[in-house]
T-cell receptor, first 115, second 116 residues
Framework: KAGVTQTPRYLIKTRGQQVTLSCSPI?????VSWYQQTPGQGLQFLFE???????NKGNFPGRFSGRQFSNSRSEMNVSTLELGDSALYLC??????????????FGPGTRLTVL | AQKITQTQPGMFVQEKEAVTLDCTYD???????LFWYKQPSSGEMIFLIY??????QNATEGRYSLNFQKARKSANLVISASQLGDSAMYFC?????????????FGQGTTLQVKP
């Protein structure tokens, strides 16, 4: 079974630009969550999607948005990029939504650098 | 507040020896899941082991075992017979069931280096 895939793997943008990251979950998984990882803040939850609906959102500004499609693939968008948005963005998929027993499997991440 | 604490920023272990990575958690929930993930330098988070709060037995997965002490709110990861490929960052994470969300709360991580 193929794992979680994320594209692109690396991205370099300049301040003020916007970026879209893509995540394809494991086949049969309907829940997708996004996390931001930085050396200073560690791993922080961004959002969770299930059946095309955002179920939960972390404490991030409105510049961070996401969506999920009917095939469970998800995208996240960051508008008006700031230097502090440089991070590793990880996507995780699981079968169920909101179930603390359900393991989340992560993709390889997209490393975003904002210059 | 729900929180995961990993007090060991970095650890060394000799190849073939066992090592314990510490994790304590704070939650008022009665039902929760505890997870350990490994993150090599490539960045991908690899799932290692899961422990449910109502599981009476400690979880084991191959060379990984979870030393779960509910009363002390600790969920330490034990890696037996360390291998060079175990060198990585290790994260402890929690997901409270009552929050009805898949959100994982992560600790700050422990960097493990295995010496030949």
């Amino acid at each position: 079974k193929a794992g979680v895939t994320q594209t692109p793997r690396y991205l370099i943008k300049t301040r003020g630009q916007q970026v879209t990251l893509s995540c394809s979950p494991i086949s049969g998984h309907r829940s997708v969550s996004w996390y931001q990882q930085t050396p200073g803040q560690g791993l922080q939850f961004l959002f969770e999607y299930f059946s095309e609906t955002q179920r939960n959102k972390g404490n991030f500004p409105g510049r961070f948005s996401g969506r999920q499609f009917s095939n469970s693939r998800s995208e996240m968008n960051v508008s008006t990029l700031e230097l502090g948005d440089s991070a590793l963005y990880l996507c995780a998929s699981s079968r169920l939504a909101g179930a603390g027993t359900d393991t989340q499997y992560f993709g390889p991440g997209t490393r975003l650098t904002v210059l | 507040a729900q929180k995961i604490t990993q007090t060991q920023p970095g650890m060394f272990v000799q190849e073939k020896e066992a090592v314990t990575l510490d994790c304590t958690y704070d939650t008022s929930d009665q039902s929760y899941g505890l997870f350990w993930y490994k993150q090599p330098s490539s960045g991908e988070m690899i799932f290692l082991i899961y422990q449910g709060s109502y599981d009476e037995q400690n979880a084991t997965e191959g060379r990984y075992s979870l030393n779960f002490q509910k009363a002390r709110k600790s969920a330490n990861l034990v890696i037996s017979a360390s291998q060079l490929g175990d060198s990585a960052m290790y994260f402890c994470a929690m997901s409270p069931l009552s929050s009805n969300t898949g959100k994982l709360i992560f600790g700050q991580g422990t960097t493990l280096q295995v010496k030949p």
